[in-house]
């Protein structure tokens, strides 16, 4: 089994930055892609960013692209996000989740993953 836990969530102005780290724990040799979904309050959870095991491929959502940036830290079982120039639409609770299968390409699909962590609340104010 896997725990996976976020942290780094906050309230931040817009254009401000944060950065949310996932810590993983348990078995986590078992897990492939590591991605950040969201879910805004009355709104469905959307895909954010992925990441494959290597580092080598990422995907972002196009709401995010060239402002957030993944990354992973195989050796102390971590992945962040970084988010740049946040918008009060970024406001959401974050989520961490890894996926036990290997595809080529990294899933943006929810449902494809196996693991999820509580949530982390990210709040930009206008």
């Known amino acids: 089994q896997v725990q996976l836990v976020e942290s780094g969530g906050g309230l931040v102005q817009a254009g401000g930055s944060l950065r949310l780290l996932c810590t993983a724990s348990?078995?986590?040799?078992?897990?492939?892609?590591m991605g950040w979904f969201r879910q805004a309050p009355g709104k469905e959870r959307e895909f954010v960013a992925v990441?494959?095991?290597?580092?080598?491929?990422?995907v972002y959502a196009d709401s995010v692209k060239g402002r957030f940036t993944i990354s992973r830290d195989n050796t102390n079982n971590s992945v962040y996000l970084q988010m740049n120039t946040l918008k009060p639409d970024d406001t959401a609770v974050y989520y961490c989740?890894?996926?036990?299968?290997?595809?080529?390409?990294?899933?943006?699909?929810?449902?494809?993953?196996?693991?999820w962590g509580q949530g982390t609340q990210v709040t930009v104010s206008s």
């Open positions: 989740a890894g996926r036990r299968r290997f595809t080529y390409y990294p899933t943006t699909d929810s449902t494809d993953y196996d693991y």
């Open positions: 990441i494959n095991r290597s580092g080598g491929r990422t």
């Open positions: 348990g078995d986590t040799i078992t897990i492939y892609d």
